[in-house]
């Protein structure tokens, strides 16, 4: 960033880069950081103004940004179905399993039914499966395959009250989105606890101010 290229315009071409899963970041600090610099961007001035001017500057803190490979190639091409095929390995690299739910909670610019056609090709190459994985969600599912070996795992092993705090600005903060329930908002003050892979909301601590 700099005065020709302001911080918030290097930030909005990331965001326009994720969608396209045209890059990666080489860890959750990087994503955490430019999402609390959206979330921020978002809140009313007057609620800014105790903010410390120029801090926390969402690019170039928490990790770093990289081009996917064969990106460069791919941010070339006026042809949708690599866009759509790029898109639908970005999802399955972040979460293992793909169903529409997530696409509606990433907002992404490609609408789901191009997506979803490129799962089928993928499947149809044989480097994905579809299939019933996840309980509780309609439609096509699919997920890649190291994906569903570790989910049939899971299912046979016995609870042992695993217990995780999170807090829930981190993007595994899937309440009201991959699990039933209300959402606990993506404060910094709000703590999700998951039991055994489960949001517990009786542990979960919300505090909003």
């Known amino acids: 960033a700099g005065p020709d290229f302001p911080a918030e315009r290097v930030e909005a071409a990331l965001w326009d880069a994720v969608v396209h899963g045209l890059v990666t970041a080489d860890g959750f600090g990087a994503v955490r950081a430019l999402l609390a610099s959206r979330t921020r961007s978002a ?26 490979p064969g990106a460069s190639e791919l941010a070339d091409t006026d042809e949708p179905d690599l866009l759509a095929e790029a898109v639908a390995e970005q ?43 996840l309980a509780g969600f309609g439609g096509e599912q699919f997920a890649l ?49 998951y039991i055994d892979g489960l949001p517990n909301t009786t542990a979960s601590c919300s505090q909003d101010l």
């Not at 007057?46 to 801090?55: D, E, P, V």
């Not at 907002?107 to 089928?120: D, G, I, N, S, Y």
Request: aromatic share 6%; charged share 25%; proline share 7%.
């Open 43 to 68: 809140v009313p001035t007057r609620r800014r103004r105790g903010l410390r001017r120029g801090a926390n500057p969402a690019v170039g803190q928490g990790g770093r940004w990289s081009l996917v």
């Open 91 to 133: 999802l399955l690299a972040r979460w293992g399993v793909v169903v529409r739910d997530i696409c509606a909670r990433e907002q992404l610019a490609l609408p789901w039914r191009e997506v979803q056609w490129a799962l089928r090709r993928l499947e149809a190459r044989g480097t994905i499966v579809g299939g019933r994985f």
């Open 145 to 193: 395959p190291e994906a569903a070996e570790l989910l049939g795992q899971t299912k046979k092993t016995a609870r042992q009250g695993q217990r995780i705090d999170i807090n829930a600005c981190d993007p595994l903060n899937l309440t009201g989105v991959l699990f039933p329930g209300p959402r606990i908002p993506a404060l910094r003050t709000n703590t999700i606890t």
